[in-house]
Structures are given as structure tokens and as C-alpha cells.
């Protein structure tokens, strides 16, 4: 059993930035996959970024991202991070991670490929 827990989010100005952070209780294997996934107001979730917990190239949604947000971890801690940067009033959503338990090398993308989620923390960006 994995709970998780985000926080980070708030307002900020178009330009700006913030970092999110992802706290996990329970044990994440080296084999598991943390994301992260946002929903706009009245649009779809959507996926932002992954990456597997023992280390390795992380995904990014590049039509989301464009080379503005970076993953992280940190095992000791047990905690995920999305420094997100030079945010856009686009960018306003609700931000979830999630965690896969064991990677098996299909599409992480997909948010019902995911085990467990996060109740999410808000992000707004004024223009």
C-alpha cells in the first residue's frame, strides 16, 4: 500500500515558477514508476512526466512540457518533485502523481495504468 501525498502548488505569475513535491509512504520498489498528470478545468487528465523510481531517463509529455518542467527524486526521502518553470497561465490545473507498482514497459501515460494517486494540489497561473 502506497500513499501519496502533493504539495507545492499555489499562485503564481505567468514567467514564474514552482516545485511540487510528491511525499510516498509505503515502500516503492526500484522497478516502480512515479508520474505526474494534471487536469485543466474542463479538460481531460493529462499526462506531464514519469520516471522510474531505481533511476533511468524519465518521460516527459512534450507538448505539455517544452522544456520547462524536470522530474525528480529522491529515494531517501521517498519524494517526488516537478520544478516547473517559466509557467503558463496554461499551465492552471490541479497536479496528481501517481505511482506504478512495477513497470512492465507499457504506456505510462495512461493514467489508469497507475496504482496509486495523490489528491492533488492546485496550480494557478495569473497572466
Known amino acids: 500500500q502506497v500513499q501519496l501525498v502533493e504539495s507545492g502548488g499555489g499562485l503564481v505569475q505567468a514567467g514564474g515558477s514552482l516545485r511540487l513535491s510528491c511525499a510516498a509512504s509505503?515502500?516503492?520498489?526500484?522497478?516502480?514508476?512515479m508520474g505526474w498528470f494534471r487536469r485543466a478545468p474542463g479538460k481531460e487528465r493529462e499526462f506531464v512526466a514519469a520516471?522510474?523510481?531505481?533511476?533511468?531517463?524519465?518521460?516527459y509529455d512534450d507538448s505539455v512540457v517544452k522544456d520547462r518542467f524536470i522530474i525528480a527524486r529522491n529515494v531517501a526521502e521517498n519524494t517526488a518533485y516537478l520544478q516547473m518553470n517559466r509557467l503558463e497561465p496554461e499551465d492552471t490545473a490541479v497536479y496528481y502523481c501517481?505511482?506504478?507498482?512495477?513497470?512492465?514497459?507499457?504506456?505510462?501515460?495512461?493514467?489508469?495504468?497507475?496504482?496509486?494517486w495523490g489528491r492533488g494540489t492546485q496550480v494557478t497561473v495569473s497572466s
Open positions: 520516471l522510474t523510481w531505481g533511476g533511468g531517463d524519465p518521460w
Open positions: 501517481a505511482v506504478r507498482v512495477r513497470y512492465d514497459g507499457t504506456n505510462i501515460a495512461r493514467g489508469d495504468y497507475y496504482d496509486y
Open positions: 509505503g515502500r516503492i520498489s526500484t522497478n516502480g514508476i
